[in-house]
T-cell receptor, first 113, second 114 residues
Framework: GDSVIQMQGQVTLSENDFLFINCTYS??????LFWYVQYSGEGPQLLLQ?????NKGSSRGFEATYDKGTTSFHLQKTSVQEIDSAVYYC????????????FGSGTRLLVSP | GPKVLQIPSHQIIDMGQMVTLNCDPV?????FYWYKQILGQQMEFLVN????????KSKLFKDQFSVERPDGSYFTLKIQPTALEDSAVYFC????????????FGPGTRLTVL
């Protein structure tokens, strides 16, 4: 079945540092890949969606791309801020069975001022 | 932006009791979902629902679980009877028919089974 692997459990940075989070995916379908962000006490909210390999999605200073050859996708931001502290989930939908989303295990980003 | 509401935010019940978790999805959305997140673990898909029917359910969606959306009101997840391992945060999500990919999540209901 579909799966998403997110290895980095926690990332600790200082303000203005560069952020890079990577995930790998596995599917027999045609994936749409997402990054969701979850702030404390809230549900996840969509940050970025990437539907085409090697195309970039961008939002709020974050960028995401995916590589079909290595079945990997990543999230990056050039200069993080303290308000970016949250849990970031990579996720995938393969468009089968009602379009469920399969989530990675999440990366907790802590940004210190 | 569009909001999904969940009621209650926290529910504590004794093992073996029945519980109903309520979700008020974004109006005009057509697809509805429940996800389960045990503390410290990843969010996992339970079930999705469209046009009055379950479309897909995962292995986590045990026989004790059921979902419905009577007359277009709340989308509910019922667990009867509850077990200790049902303790988790349950997230509801909905998505519009014209862009299945973007799901809007509620803030979650924390269920504690004693």
């Amino acid at each position: 079945g579909d799966s998403v692997i997110q290895m980095q459990g926690q990332v600790t940075l200082s303000e203005n540092d560069f952020l890079f989070i990577n995930c790998t995916y596995s599917t027999t379908g045609y994936p749409t890949l997402f990054w969701y962000v979850q702030y404390s006490g809230e549900g996840p909210q969509l940050l970025l969606q990437v539907t085409t390999a090697n195309n970039k999605g961008s939002s709020r200073g974050f960028e995401a791309t995916y590589d079909k050859g290595t079945t990997s996708f990543h999230l990056q931001k050039t200069s993080v801020q303290e308000i970016d502290s949250a849990v970031y989930y990579c996720a995938m939908s393969s468009g089968t069975g009602g379009y469920k989303v399969v989530f990675g295990s999440g990366t907790r980003l802590l940004v210190s001022p | 932006g569009p909001k999904v509401l969940q009621i209650p935010s926290h529910q504590i019940i004794d093992m073996g009791q029945m519980v109903t978790l309520n979700c008020d999805p974004v109006s005009n959305h057509l697809y509805f979902y429940w996800y389960k997140q045990i503390l410290g673990q990843q969010m996992e898909f339970l079930v999705n629902f469209y046009n009055g029917k379950v479309m897909e359910k995962s292995k986590l969606f045990k026989d004790q679980f059921s979902v419905e959306r009577p007359d277009g009101s709340y989308f509910t997840l019922k667990i009867q009877p509850t077990a200790l391992e049902d303790s988790a945060v349950y997230f509801c999500a909905s998505s519009p028919g014209d862009n299945y990919a973007e799901q809007f999540f509620g803030p979650g209901t924390r269920l504690t089974v004693l």
